[in-house]
């Protein structure tokens, strides 16, 4: 899959320290499809998901959002209530209040759904090859062999910590029709997101303090010095009306769009992505995606709803860090060489005993056997 | 030309920013910019910067500029001293009430004394038409600044009321009486000025609602548009029905502007005729002689998200470019006035803050309509495309128009405290700082000085104009 953002311009880009932000207008809205928000809870609290008879996913999830399709441009009378609780509470053993949803797609009506926004991504790419080998080569432990890589365990940036994005979006000054945002830091891609409606961006705009964002992202946003502007520069020469000039102006927003598409956001945007489909909405799919998990580059994994023609309704992305791409990486090696870590070591010309110490100093050291069984 | 420059980026600075939060900068920041141009100000060019009272700078900064030209004044030559006096003096007589206090009180904090600021405060006092009212109502102030100037009003009775012993029943002056009444009766208190009766009412347990019906009549204009309580009658503003206890100098136009931006559209919608009559009215009020003279204007009105302002100057930048859309309308020549609001929308009384700051666009749309003046009220936040303004001013000043047909100024109601001045467009084109959009004709005036187009000596002997003019000698 591709990420195809047909129906989404690029505007002008606003800045704010080291923050960039790209909105990403649509002429006209994506019919049939709408998004809202629930809020879970006001002060932070911790979130389990139960995704399986044995398996649930722990995080921090202050909201959830909500898509209605088939709708005539969706009726504000079936909208889903600012704060309503959906799920049960409990508590748990130590006290600690935890919300418990019971998938990460919840079917709440005839024509409407409740999704965790990110997390469905992030779970993805947590239970990427979670079933550890699917054959019992002896160089893995008896551990992985039982249960798997479980527990899977990954660290995020909540949005609040990332230095002066509250403000950015904040004075950020959201344009006519806009219904997305590309977020840079150091003019280091660190998000996208993107919905069907511009009334949808309104009120979504503020949420995205509330997102994950990856290492990478946090350390920009709080080392970096502020970036430059692009500034709109017109050369004078051959301008002799007021036509002309105009003509000159306009061509500016083109040629900043064009820059923007193929240099800044080109690593987001020309990759292959594998994707998987998480649920059907009428017409509409929600799919996660990830990358092909390439150490040193830019490596997006996200979630989306794209219609039956593959153009993008609601698009959210997470930059991972180097260390999350490189366990990708590491996951995918073996199971393309089904576990066997000599041929995986060779596919990439090096020794297993190198293979071994990447695997360990990636965080996977209990999936090795200490000792190999004779 | 240095000195030149620095005024106008002074009196840039003092006419837009009061000190407080602004969209994109907290309190702290704009406070320390202003404190630094102050005292840079005061430092190098003192002359220039006791004129500058006469510019019209708010209030907030003609207070500040006092106290620093009074708290630092050694080695300062005798002329040049009692030029300042007099302009401090004349100053203090335009500034509202509270505000006065509030400088003495700061006086007495930073142990401000000498004999100078005692005269000056002891003159201000002495000239009160109604001391006693000035005493009931700004007690601890009055009090203040009786006590800094060792100042005698000669009365015995306004001097047992301040300072005790409080014996005296009953008192000859009928507010004195009234207010010592009010301590029993709870009717009285109505007889009262505003914020002392919501002491007493507070203490009385009064309910708001009930109080606010009764105390109507004593509140002040300015006080009414405050409480929100009673709908502002431009009317009887105007026909003088109101009372108003301070000078007659208040910024009506820019004021009901930013009453109007209050109101729920819909209030906004249903109101209409009355509101933009008012408007009008005062406009053509504030235009006076010069109505009509201005021949062919358009105005770039900017209503993006960041003319929203700050919690604390609620639509500040919106009101500014309201008020001077019917302030250009009323100094156009009839039917030649083309307003261009940023956002594409075209109905001023229902303006609200929305939407990026596309002024290059704006501007060519301007320059379109072949006007012979354009008036940018904007903060200069020029983000989509961001530059494109300044691009499309050079090359409009540079090969299209390099004669200067289109006279272009840009003022800004928002001061730049990490710039330090306010945010400019382009270097070709002025840029002023603004207040209130009445003042609009004087600051055109002093945009074509920012243009360089007129040297030093024609600055000083403007500035001498409106110093003489401010301090009532031609």
């Given amino acids: ?374 | 030309m240095v000195a030149a420059e620095d005024v106008l980026l002074f009196v840039n600075a003092a006419t837009a920013s009061t000190g407080q939060r602004e969209f994109s900068e907290d309190a702290g920041r704009q406070t320390m910019s202003l404190a630094f141009l102050h005292e840079y100000m005061r430092v190098n060019y003192r002359e220039l910067y006791a004129a500058t009272l006469a510019l019209g700078i708010n209030d907030h900064n003609a207070a500040l500029a006092i106290r620093g030209l009074l708290s630092d004044a050694r080695d300062v030559p005798i002329e040049q001293k009692a030029i300042e006096g007099r302009l401090i003096a004349r100053t203090l007589l335009t500034l509202p009430p509270p505000r006065v206090f509030r400088l003495f009180k700061a006086l007495q904090r930073d142990g401000v004394n000498n004999r100078r600021t005692r005269a000056i405060i002891r003159d201000w006092m002495t000239s009160l038409d109604n001391p006693a009212y000035h005493a009931v109502k700004y007690r601890s102030g009055f009090k203040a600044g009786l006590k800094h100037a060792h100042v005698d009003l000669g009365d015995g009775e306004l001097r047992d009321f301040l300072f005790g012993p409080l014996q005296r029943k009953p008192y000859t002056t009928p507010i004195l009486e009234t207010w010592r009444q009010a301590h029993y009766d709870g009717n009285v208190l109505y007889k009262l000025p505003y914020t002392v009766a919501e002491g007493f009412a507070a203490k009385r347990g009064i309910k708001r609602e009930v109080f606010l019906e009764r105390i109507g009549k004593q509140m002040t204009p300015l006080e009414k548009l405050r409480t929100d309580r009673e709908p502002v009658d431009p009317l009887a503003l105007i026909s003088g029905k109101a009372k108003y206890c301070g000078t007659d100098q208040i910024p009506w136009l820019t004021r009901l502007a930013v009453r109007i931006l209050a109101m729920p559209l819909d209030e906004r919608a249903a109101r209409r005729a009355e509101l933009t009559d008012g408007m009008r009215r005062f406009a053509r009020w504030e235009a006076d002689q010069l109505a009509g003279t201005w021949g062919r204007v358009t105005a770039v009105l900017d209503d993006s998200f960041s003319s929203f302002g700050s919690p604390v100057k609620r639509r500040r930048p919106l009101a500014v470019a309201l008020a001077t859309h019917f302030l250009l309308e009323a100094l156009a020549a009839p039917g030649q006035y083309t307003p261009l609001w940023m956002s594409g929308r075209d109905d001023p009384l229902l303006a609200y803050p929305s939407g990026a700051t596309p002024l290059g666009t704006r501007l060519l749309d301007a320059l379109e309509t072949t006007p012979a003046r354009i008036v940018v009220v904007s903060d200069g936040w020029d983000n989509s495309p961001p530059g494109l303004a300044g691009e499309v001013l050079r090359v409009w000043r540079t090969r299209l128009d390099p004669a200067g047909r289109v006279d272009i100024v840009h003022v800004n109601p928002v001061f730049d405290a990490e710039g330090l001045d306010v945010r400019a467009l382009s270097p070709l084109v002025p840029s002023v700082g603004i207040r209130d959009a009445e003042d609009l004709v004087l600051l055109v005036e002093l945009a074509q000085f920012a243009q360089g187009r007129v040297g030093v000596p024609e600055l000083m002997a403007y500035l001498d104009g409106r110093v003489r003019r401010f301090l009532g000698e031609d």
């Fill in chain 1, 1 to 374: 899959m591709r990420i195809d953002l047909a129906g989404l311009r690029t505007g002008p880009s606003q800045s704010w320290g080291a923050l960039r932000l790209v909105p990403l207008l649509r002429d006209r809205p994506v019919e049939g499809l709408r998004l809202h928000r629930i809020a879970y809870a006001e002060e932070p609290r911790w979130s389990e998901v139960r995704l399986g008879p044995k398996v649930s996913y722990h995080s921090y999830i202050p909201h959830g959002f909500v898509a209605d399709w088939n709708r005539d441009n969706g009726d504000a009378s079936q909208s889903a209530a600012f704060g309503t609780q959906l799920v049960d509470q409990r508590t748990d053993v130590h006290g600690m209040p935890i919300q418990v949803h019971r998938r990460m797609t919840q079917k709440l009506g005839k024509r409407r759904a409740r999704f965790l926004p990110l997390h469905f991504a992030i779970e993805g790419y947590l239970t990427l090859h979670f079933g550890g080998p699917d054959i019992a080569w002896r160089e893995w432990s008896d551990r992985v062999l039982r249960h798997g890589l479980s527990p899977r365990m990954e660290a995020s940036y909540l949005g609040t910590a990332v230095t002066e994005l509250q403000d950015a979006l904040k004075v950020f000054e959201i344009h006519e029709g806009q219904c997305g945002v590309l977020l840079y830091a150091a003019d280091a891609l660190a998000a996208a997101f993107a919905v069907p409606h511009p009334e949808d961006y309104r009120e979504l705009h503020p949420t995205l303090v509330l997102d994950h964002f990856g290492e990478l992202i946090y350390q920009y946003a709080l080392m970096m010095p502020p970036v430059r502007e692009f500034r709109a520069s017109l050369t004078d020469e051959g301008i002799t009306s007021l036509a002309e000039l105009r003509a000159a102006a306009e061509a500016q927003s083109e040629r900043w769009a064009e820059f923007h598409d193929h240099v800044m956001a080109g690593a987001l945007l020309d990759r292959d992505y594998t994707s998987e489909r998480g649920y059907q909405m009428g017409e509409f799919d929600l799919v996660r995606f990830r990358p092909s998990f390439k150490p040193g580059e830019e490596n997006h994994i996200g979630e989306a709803i794209v219609d039956g023609d593959g153009a993008i309704a609601y698009l959210k992305t997470f930059r991972l860090s180097e260390a999350q791409i490189r366990r990708g990486y590491l996951l995918e090696l073996l199971a393309a060489h089904n576990w066997r870590l000599s041929a995986a070591a060779k596919a990439i010309g090096t020794t297993p005993e190198d293979l071994r110490g990447r695997i360990r100093a990636a965080g996977f050291e209990t999936i090795l056997r200490q000792k190999e069984k004779p």
